[in-house]
């Protein structure tokens, strides 16, 4: 599975990125902030997941980029596309959206050697207020682990802001994935959880290059993997939300390099 490659990447230590590397990857940034953008546009009921794949596919090609997933531990798409109870990993194809889903759109792209990697959930017209607040709280914590992204915070910082955030607005976390360094392989170390203590793990220094994706779920947070081998469900079938930005960690802060104004 996508997680467990992190550390069969080839790539077992934190590689701390160059500034002539940080502007590549805000380049891939880039590209992927339009492309994301466009595709979150493109969500309305009746339109296929397929349909929102080739898009992405056909804007990462006509940008000078890369599909960073497409083929990926042999990822047959451009998008992981998980809808409604699906946490992340979902195969794009001949369903179509309907009104209440939310789906997660989940995108990378690969620019002379290096990545970038960011999620948004969306919500396909009028949903209930609990999904509603569902993606509110899971975007908030998401802000708030970036929040941590100082040099000098650990990891155990950034886990612990997502769930005070997820938890305490009467959330689950789903543990069994997190977020990642990112680099020259989309999946570097460290492991980012959505969980922990603060003042443990890793500490942050400047040239790290980290994914913050929190995923939270309406109900339990216990996961399964469907008989494709790739698309996460809630094992309860609760709805989940998922959202991811790449982060360089600066003297001056965390810099978001997918940020979508």
């Known amino acids: 599975m996508w997680q467990e490659n992190v550390s069969r990447s080839g790539r077992n ?20 902030q339009k492309v994301i953008l466009e595709v979150v546009e493109a969500v309305r009921p009746g339109v296929t997941t397929l349909e929102l794949d080739k898009l992405a596919h056909d804007r990462i090609k006509q940008a000078g980029g890369k599909p960073a997933f497409l083929g990926l531990y042999g990822f047959p798409k451009t998008l992981c596309i998980s809808v409604n109870e699906e946490v992340v990993h979902g195969i794009p194809g001949k369903r179509e ?15 002379k050697g290096f990545y970038s990697d ?24 998401l802000a708030l682990g970036i929040e941590q992204c100082q040099v000098g915070n650990r990891l155990g910082d950034i886990g612990n802001a997502v769930q005070v955030c997820a938890e305490g607005a ?28 603060p003042g443990t793990g890793t500490r942050l220094k400047a040239g790290m290059v980290i994914a913050v994706e929190p995923m939270v779920a309406i109900g339990e947070g ?5 008989e494709d081998e790739w698309t996460v469900v809630t ?6 939300a998922h959202f991811e930005h790449t ?3 600066t003297e001056n802060g965390p810099e978001i390099l997918t940020r979508v104004d």
């Open 13 to 32: 230590a934190i590689e701390l990125k160059s500034p002539a590397e940080l502007d590549i990857m805000r380049r891939a940034g880039a590209i992927l």
């Open 97 to 111: 959206l309907a009104e209440g889903d939310i789906v997660s759109i989940d995108c990378g792209v690969k620019l």
């Open 118 to 141: 960011t999620a948004y959930t969306v919500a396909v017209g009028k949903v209930t207020p609990e999904v509603e607040r569902l993606l509110e709280v899971t975007q908030r914590s």
């Open 170 to 197: 009467g959330f689950s976390l789903i543990k069994d994935y997190g977020g990642h360094g990112v680099g020259r392989a989309l999946h570097e170390d460290p492991r980012v959880e959505n969980f922990g203590r």
């Open 222 to 226: 216990d996961t399964e993997v469907l």
């Open 235 to 240: 094992r309860d079938r609760s709805y989940a």
């Open 247 to 249: 982060i360089a960690i």
